[in-house]
């Protein structure tokens, strides 16, 4: 019997954080790599395949970024379902609810903590597992925990948030309440990354934590856009980490996104974060079209971005030259 | 077997909102007098014993302003918790969760749909059940049930909101998570009461809705201070209602919340609202006396309000003198 099932980010393996997790007999600590690539349907089966063959365990512990969230809330809804994740990626395909999650970041933006998916990546799709029971139980909020995350991660993930608020709210599925938080997850955001007192600081680090929060809740009853369809593209074909490849394609979307393009350009070249550049003239025709047919399929987002008659504007053609610009 | 059991506001008894209430068989519908008196003990348990007598139900529903949420909150703890209802008046004496409560707000700005509180008046005491399962399973905000609210009503019951947020950012207890949620509800109560669109409108009921919301999150992370003391005092002596008793008490407490009380007396001009004076030369020393020795044992609040010496400062003659000002 598994008592507690705590699921941690590997780079803490040797870290005074990995030293700490608070398991006794009965728990189960299972170091997680997802340094290589983002979590997959193939690696969330495997985990669940591992704890069951030690019983049901009574809770399932995510520690580390977006990325631990979503393998941490994915686990607790395989380990009471049957066959591959493979089969739950979409909205609502979820049989059974799972074991009691519990997340615990290390980093802040994702908004993975308190959004309603799952985000894996499968052989056929990156797509989430999303239903009512996907949310976390419960989430532990500890600012200290994301006070040593390097600059460049600590800069593209806040972006992650900000770039949820921006596209939460320039929408047609825009509502009073996603409203209420993209507006104060953007405040936040720009005193952390903007403002007089800008920067890494312990007053911020909690600012952002709850940014990040309040952007995932604002996501969640709105819908994300133009710049995430892409970033999965350029994710699913170039294993682009989801915040960096969101910066890259949010940097060229000033046409969509006017004023928070340009504030978001402040912000990097007020931390002095390299953006990559020119990558497009590198990319295949084979590898573009490839990306385009990863974010067409990704309807509900263009339909909020565009409205309803999305599909006048939005095609394969249409999307290879946004990647075009990059 | 019960399934279903609806708690209603009983004002809605003939009126459209009560014809609606969508109960089946084995469903109960239960229609609760709030107009002449808050929530007592006495009431929850008859309640609880009512429900008790046809069996244990699955979910309770409470349909109303913030005294039935408070009052469903409380049944569904008391039909898991033996005894009565003032055994659990307090912090954590709950010994059961109890079972899932859905919450429909028919006001907005008692915060009561998100506190963690269920607030009672007892024989000896005002003071709630408070520990993690009063907080409702779910809550149904729609801004469709508050579009008929008197003015009068909708304005005391807004500013109870407006005082949560102005008491929670106003102390001790204060933290970066409450200051997030109380910062957004008052930028969108400004709007509703004194901004260029302010007023009962469609718009502004799903901002208000919402800001109650954030305002009640907001105050469940810090505390309420003086004013909510000093309103506890006056509605357990004189049965005035929460809302209103709060206008009474925040219009002269200008020395404690400055700022906040100013911006409070332009929505009242704003509004035409009477807010009664002089009441303080009608009441005897009895009462007044009466009135401080329920407000002084709510430590938390004097303690948030006034800092880790707040004993240095508050005593009954001290609370006796805010009474005197009214």
Redesign the interface.
Known sequence: MVLLFFLVYDHFDDKPLGERIPSEENDMVFFVDIQTHEPTTEQVDLIRDTILEKGMPAVIIGIGGGSLMDIAKATSLMVCNEGSSTLYQGLNLVKNPGVYAIGVPTISGTGAEVSMTAVLTGPEKKLGLKCDWTVLNQIV?D?DLIANVPTNQWFYTGMDNYIHCIESETGDFK???SK??G??SL??CLEVFLGPEAGQTP?ND??L???SM?GGLSLTYSEVGVCHALSYGLSYVFETRHGLANCICFNHLEDVYGEGVREFKQMVKRFKINIPQNLAKRWTEDEITAMAEIALPLEHMWRHAFGPNWKDKVNLEMIKDYYRRM
Do not use: G, H, S, W
Request: glycine share 0%; aromatic share 12%.
């Open positions: 909020l600012p509502n009073a309440y209420a938080f507006d104060q405040k936040l007053e909690e600012k934590m709850i940014a309040l």
